[in-house]
């Protein structure tokens, strides 16, 4: 009799410890969870962050660009001026304009 009930002691003290080692794994999990989503939220907060900095140097960039591009319109319409290449043509390459007997009427 002695024997089972030092087994049966035996069994209890086993079922509590299993109990325990269940416990601590539940524990243990759940941290893990929590520790993993608490990573995920954060490196989501950070790939928020730094894609909120690549829209605000890609609109600066855009402006910038905008600018350039109306500079350069405003250069083209500048030298396509006719005032502009009938001077050059005048005072750099020395063009006449041409006599009556040099135009052609093409029919």
């Known amino acids: 009799m002695a024997h089972a009930a030092s087994r049966s002691i035996g069994k209890a003290r ?6 325990g080692d269940g416990l ?3 524990v243990l999990s ?10 995920f939220y954060t490196w989501s907060r950070v790939q928020v962050v ?4 690549e829209i605000f140097n890609a609109n600066s960039e855009m402006r910038k660009l905008d ?3 109306k500079e350069l319109i405003l250069e083209i319409a500048t030298l396509k001026s006719p005032k502009r290449i009938e001077r050059i043509a005048r ?14 009427i093409l029919r």
Do not use: F, W
Not at 14 to 19: D, F, G, H, L, T
Not at 30 to 39: E, G, Q
Not at 91 to 104: A, D, F, S, V
């Open 91 to 104: 005072e750099e390459l020395k063009l006449l304009p041409p006599k009556e007997e040099q135009i052609i």
């Open 14 to 19: 086993a079922s509590e410890a299993n109990r």
């Open 30 to 39: 759940v941290l893990v969870i929590v520790i993993a989503v608490l990573l």
């Open 50 to 53: 730094r894609i909120g900095y």
């Open 67 to 69: 600018q350039e591009n």
């Open 24 to 26: 601590v794994s539940a």
